[in-house]
């Protein structure tokens, strides 16, 4: 990445990653071109700062969340090493998405906020950033059937055993395996 071509010094990007994938790369590389240190904040960190969002009512239940923080820390900082990025230019932290009230405990705010746009959520956070007075920069607003990958739509191939490993980074796909992630959400929907 051509450090010429940021324009902010700090920004701050978004996502739950409940498993992430080749679609959250561009995501994330999108973001970190335009900065020289990326935040990397990761929402419902734990169930006490997850909060039901009408409009998107799914994205709290336990089977959408399968993966623990620590887990996704650690997937995270793999993926953003794998794709060449260096860790003094990035950060891992939790973010309370739905409680905009203690964003200040977590990430800078004086940074800018990036996000991408496909539905009610997206609007629903940058209301909630807009309501602080954040600095955001949109990525990408295209309509719902124009996103792409979903992280549902691979918790559902890993579940029923259609191939998903080629949707996901390498260290994504080693990371699943090692912690047998396939077989924990088929456990979680047989208790669901």
């Not at 979903?150 to 395996?177: C, D, Y």
Request: charged share 20%.
């Amino acid at each position: 990445m051509n450090p010429t071509d940021c324009i902010y010094e700090t920004g701050v990007i978004h996502g739950r990653f409940q498993v992430l994938h080749n679609d959250h790369v561009a995501y994330l590389m999108a973001g970190k071109r335009l900065c020289h240190h990326l935040v990397v904040g990761i929402t419902n960190p734990d169930p006490v700062m997850t909060r039901m969002e009408s409009v998107d009512p799914y994205r709290s239940s336990v089977l959408s969340n399968p993966l623990s923080y620590y887990e996704r820390c650690v997937m995270v900082q793999s993926v953003l090493r794998e794709i060449g990025i260096s860790p003094e230019q990035f950060s891992v932290v939790p973010f309370p998405v739905n409680f905009p009230d203690r964003y200040q405990y977590y990430v800078p705010m004086d940074a800018v906020f990036f996000l991408s746009i496909y539905d009610d959520w997206g609007r629903r956070k940058l209301a909630y950033f807009n309501s602080l007075g954040l600095k955001t920069h949109i990525l990408r607003q295209v309509a719902p059937e124009e996103k792409g990958l979903s992280a549902k739509g691979i918790r559902s191939r890993m579940m029923t055993g259609t191939p998903w490993e080629h949707l996901v980074p390498k260290s994504v796909s080693v990371l699943m395996k090692a912690w047998d992630i396939p077989g924990r959400l088929r456990r979680l929907a047989a208790d669901s």
